[in-house]
């Protein structure tokens, strides 16, 4: 799972989906012709025989099973491959529909709700209410009065759109806020052009199915935004479908589309992939990558450095076991006496194993493993960290020694959490990752140039230093307004 920093630019995935298969825009599928919905159903709808499976399959479905991996379809020509290697395909998006110039990212519409409401994106957001002409809330609030009165804007997407710049003043000024300063106004700059696209994709099946068993297949409660999206797109733009809609149909339609999608990304996503006993966490626990460990954490009390871990004795050698093997290799064991040896250590400290694993570190670019090291399921900046470690050679120790100083981005108290590790195996992911170490994360990620939470005293650390410092007889090292910060702590 990796968390993206950029708004991506839809256009540019767009035609490259081009390139590659087939895609589905709504706005060209007939509600009326049957050959339309059909094709349609195929690929959006989640009936039996369209629920996501993890059985090799090749691309048509008509050759299905572990004993047909690796054969080619006689239908669709395609190998037989298990569902890991497929991907996954972006195959329905919307077009801006009508005369509206251009859509909004989603990315850049869910932090705008975000900006001005603290509940239920929902509930009286001004945002939504801007850009749907036809909304008609049940009560109006008094940023909604002052947008009609006294700046005397109007409403609607396309309206929003053709006065950008205007439109965000606006909607800062009458929140009592400065567009100009804000970290909005930084990120419209940096992404303009992604902010407009054209063309954004619709959440597939993919993202919606859950689960099926024996009483039937389950949805998550986010299908029914997915599929009021849809409706609202479906045939938009074909002349002689159903019944025309004018301009401003049209325009309010869209708005509503577009606002479907990021209540889905605020609310359901949150809710159906990130929480514990949600799609992710059910990933981290189901699945084990190779050269990664999992394990209580505890703290270092002795001086130490604050991006040094230390890891344990057996996990550390399961983790490496190729490595050794290849070094003992080169000293002329056997794979069997390889083998006996590595089984026969990782509950018994082993002077060929610790030696071994100090040759490996001094192979290293700093004399320590660089690792990954995740405090799941925490998502937030600096909660994933490029750090260095070392093996501790007591093989009764299964703990991850994590620094005290460094504790606070990972929201970790030591009462059980469990660390995962990833050892990163090259210079080049080394290099890519330099930026997930923990000094990067001084700065807030989602408000521009303001610090973070990174570098402050957790309550442990603080109590530590202030017993250590309460109890030196040297008068000289004590500072009193220092002992007073810690002791307020």
């Known amino acids: 799972m990796a968390l993206i920093t950029e708004i991506d630019d839809s256009d540019e995935r767009f035609l490259h989906v081009k390139t590659t298969s087939n895609p589905i825009i709504i706005n060209d599928i007939s509600t009326v012709d049957y050959s339309d919905i059909n094709v349609f159903d195929t690929v959006v709808n989640t009936s039996d025989k369209n629920v996501l499976s993890s059985a090799p399959t090749c691309h048509c479905g008509a050759c299905v099973g572990l004993d047909r991996l690796g054969d080619i379809c006689p239908d669709c020509q395609s190998q037989v491959q298990e569902s890991t290697q497929t991907g996954y395909t972006e195959d329905v998006w919307i077009r801006a529909p009508g005369k509206v110039p251009s859509l909004l990212s989603p990315a850049f519409l869910a932090s705008l709700v975000k900006a001005f409401i603290k509940k239920n994106p929902k509930d009286q957001c001004i945002v939504s209410w801007v850009l749907n002409s036809q909304a008609r809330p049940s009560k ?254 007591d093989p009764f120790d299964y703990t991850i020694s994590h620094p005290i100083m460094n504790v606070r981005l990972l929201n970790l108290d030591f009462d059980g959490d469990n660390e995962t590790i990833a050892l990163v195996l090259d210079d080049v992911t080394r290099k890519q990752t330099e930026i997930l170490k923990p000094h990067y994360a001084g700065l807030e990620v989602t408000t521009y140039g303001q610090p973070s939470n990174a570098f402050e005293f957790p309550k442990p650390t603080a109590s530590i230093i202030y017993n250590y410092l309460k109890d030196q007889n040297d008068l000289r090292i004590i500072d009193h307004e220092t002992l007073n910060y810690l002791e307020a702590i």
Not at 232 to 256: C, E, M, P, Y
Not at 258 to 278: A, D, G, P, T
Not at 327 to 340: A, C
Request: hydrophobic residues 40%; charged residues 20%.
């Open 140 to 393: 109006e609030t008094a940023q909604m009065q002052l947008w009609r009165d006294e700046y005397k804007m109007q409403r609607g997407l396309t309206y929003f759109i053709n006065n950008f710049d205007h439109c965000m003043k606006v909607l800062y000024q009458i929140h009592g806020q400065n567009y100009e300063t804000s970290s909005m106004r930084v990120m419209v700059q940096m992404y303009h052009k992604q902010i407009f696209p054209r063309h954004i994709p619709i959440l597939g099946k993919s993202f919606i199915i859950v689960e099926k068993n024996a009483t039937g297949a389950y949805t998550g409660q986010g299908i029914s935004l997915i599929i009021d999206t849809i409706n609202l797109i479906k045939g938009i733009d074909i002349d002689n479908d159903v019944i025309q809609a004018n301009d401003k149909t049209i325009d309010s339609r869209a708005a509503r589309a577009l606002l479907n999608i990021v209540y889905y990304r605020l609310e359901n996503m949150k809710l159906e992939l990130f929480k514990k006993k949600s799609l992710v966490r059910q990933h981290v626990f189901g699945t084990r990558a190779h050269f990664t460990m999992r394990c209580v954490a505890t703290s270092i009390t002795e001086p130490h450095e604050y991006d040094v871990v230390r890891l344990p004795w057996g996990p550390s050698i399961a983790m490496l076991r190729l490595h050794i093997t290849n070094r003992l290799m080169t000293r002329g064991y056997g794979p069997s006496q390889i083998n006996t040896i590595i089984n026969s250590s990782i509950h018994t400290f082993n002077p060929l194993i610790s030696d071994v694993i100090d040759e490996l570190m001094l192979m290293t670019h700093e004399g320590y493993f660089d690792i990954l090291l995740l405090r799941n399921p925490t998502l937030g900046s600096g909660s994933i960290q490029r750090l260095k470690a070392v093996v501790k050679k």
